[in-house]
């Protein structure tokens, strides 16, 4: 398909675990965000990358969150020693020329 | 203190009817407002975008309108449809960076038979 695609859908792990969050953008689309969707809450931007580099990673959480990029084309979001809190839905849109086109999302449970 | 507030959070009304929802925000230098429709688990969905010297813009039975001066926007759907069932956010973009959009928390409508 032509959208952004997120892997997995569904991510249910234990408290202290590691998860990688997957997002793989429109081809061609240089910039990249990440954000965060609490049950009931608005988007929460986490992290902007144009090209491989990350000019703005403000709104990472914690140092418990990263994030990269290669080749200008895949993303991964890392969450060490996943807390309760952590669980929500993790978006992922990228963009050419302005409007974001987002990925469906990956629904992140912390037991 | 740049904020995005959208009303009403919630919003039930009988197919075929028509609805408005409101945007205000205090987001300073604007660039331009975008509607976005959000379906339960599913990512956001571009309507519209507007800049500064745009007043209204539609998209279907989708009418968003802007004014910049008061700083409120407003997204009119018409004829509503089951399928209009979904969250309603609100973004708007600061004019110096790409990645600067600040999010209102949508509304949330349910269209009804």
């Known amino acids: 398909g032509a959208g952004v695609s997120q892997s997995p859908s569904n991510k249910v792990t234990e408290k202290g675990k590691d998860v990688e969050l997957r997002c793989d953008p429109i081809?061609?689309?240089?910039?990249l965000y990440w954000y965060r969707q609490r049950l009931g809450q608005g988007l929460e931007f986490l992290i902007y990358?144009?090209?491989?580099?990350?000019?703005?990673k403000s709104g990472l959480p914690s140092d418990r969150f990263s994030a990269e990029r290669t080749g200008e084309s895949v993303s991964t979001l890392t969450i060490q020693r996943t807390q309760q809190e952590d669980s929500a839905v993790y978006l992922c849109?990228?963009?050419?020329?302005?409007?974001?086109?987002f990925g469906p999302g990956t629904r992140l449970t912390v037991l | 203190k740049n904020q995005v507030e959208q009303s009403p959070q919630s919003l039930i009304i009988l197919e075929g009817k028509n609805c408005t929802l409101q945007?205000?925000?205090?987001?300073?230098?604007?660039?331009?407002l975008r509607w976005y429709k959000q379906d339960t688990g599913r990512g956001p969905v571009s309507l519209t975008i507007m800049t500064f010297s745009e007043n209204t813009k539609s998209n279907g039975r989708y009418t968003a309108t802007l004014d910049a001066d008061t700083k409120q926007s407003s997204l009119h759907i018409t004829a509503s449809q089951l399928s209009d069932s979904a969250s309603y956010i609100c973004?708007?973009?600061?004019?110096?960076?790409?990645?600067?959009?600040?999010f209102g928390t949508g509304t949330r409508l349910t269209v009804i038979p």
């Open positions: 849109a990228s963009s050419l020329y302005g409007t974001q086109y």
């Open positions: 990358f144009q090209g491989n580099s990350a000019p703005d």
């Open positions: 973004v708007v973009a600061l004019l110096s960076g790409a990645n600067n959009l600040f």
């Open positions: 081809s061609g689309h240089t910039a």
């Open positions: 945007c205000n925000y205090t987001v300073s230098p604007f660039s331009n």
